[in-house]
């Protein structure tokens, strides 16, 4: 699929479950697209390949059953009662859900989300926080949000968007997110000198790119 953006100024790929999208520039030429596809054929290829092989996760939502936080597992504990109380997490790493009907898978994904949530944003907020005063830049705000297929984004007006599915990968992959959402508020590309700022602030962040690379489908499945 071909799509054109007025503002966009490269074009870049994403492929997903649905397969290739190509974001091109408004103007962009036929042959300019083709070329690009051809330059990047083989990272395509790669993408497709790996989106054929993905078996996607299949979460249950009940009593016993176990997600991720912060890279560590947290066991799901349902609690019965008509009193609703939001999600909380004990010392044993149990997630508390209450809710009146112990066997709505619905009820208790909800909770889990409105969980992962709140301490997603509490998460991201004090990390943009940390990361703008050594990168020297004045924190953007930040949204909460809920793509499939995107980590993050930002944008000229210095705002930030982090996926909340983030939380449950380790904290060191929060930290490489955010990082390259605020190296992009001095570049907004992938060049050179983006790669520099990312590797100055964040220097183990292949290691963390090919942990997205493996698991980020797992990730973002929930
Ligand atoms: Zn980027």
């Not at 299949?58 to 504990?77: C, P």
């Not at 050594?134 to 000229?156: D, I, V």
């Not at 493996?214 to 499945?221: I, R």
């Amino acid at each position: 699929m071909l799509k054109r953006t007025k503002r966009r100024r490269s074009i870049a790929f994403t492929v997903d479950g649905n397969g290739l999208v190509v974001h091109a520039p408004w103007k962009a030429s036929e042959v300019r697209i083709e070329r690009s596809i051809d330059e990047s054929a083989k990272w395509i290829i790669k993408k497709i390949d790996e989106w054929s092989n993905h078996k996607p996760r299949v979460q249950r939502w009940a009593d016993g059953e176990r997600i991720a936080y912060l890279g560590r597992t947290v066991t799901i504990q349902i609690v019965s009662d008509a009193i609703i109380v939001p999600a909380v997490l004990a010392d044993d790493w149990r997630l508390r859900i209450t809710v009146a009907d112990s066997g709505s898978e619905t009820r208790i994904r909800e909770a889990a989300i409105a969980w992962y949530r709140r301490h997603a944003a509490r998460n991201f907020i004090e990390r943009i926080a940390h990361y703008s005063s050594t990168m020297l830049l004045r924190p953007p705000r930040m949204f909460l949000s809920n793509a499939r297929t995107q980590w993050g984004s930002c944008n000229a007006k210095s705002e930030l968007r982090l996926n909340w599915r983030l939380i449950q990968a380790p904290q060191n992959v929060v930290d490489y997110v955010v990082v390259h959402e605020l190296a992009h508020l001095t570049e907004m590309n992938h060049s050179k000198r983006f790669w520099k700022i990312v590797e100055r602030h964040f220097p183990s962040h292949m290691q963390v790119r090919k942990h997205l690379n493996e698991h980020g489908h797992w990730y973002l499945d929930i």
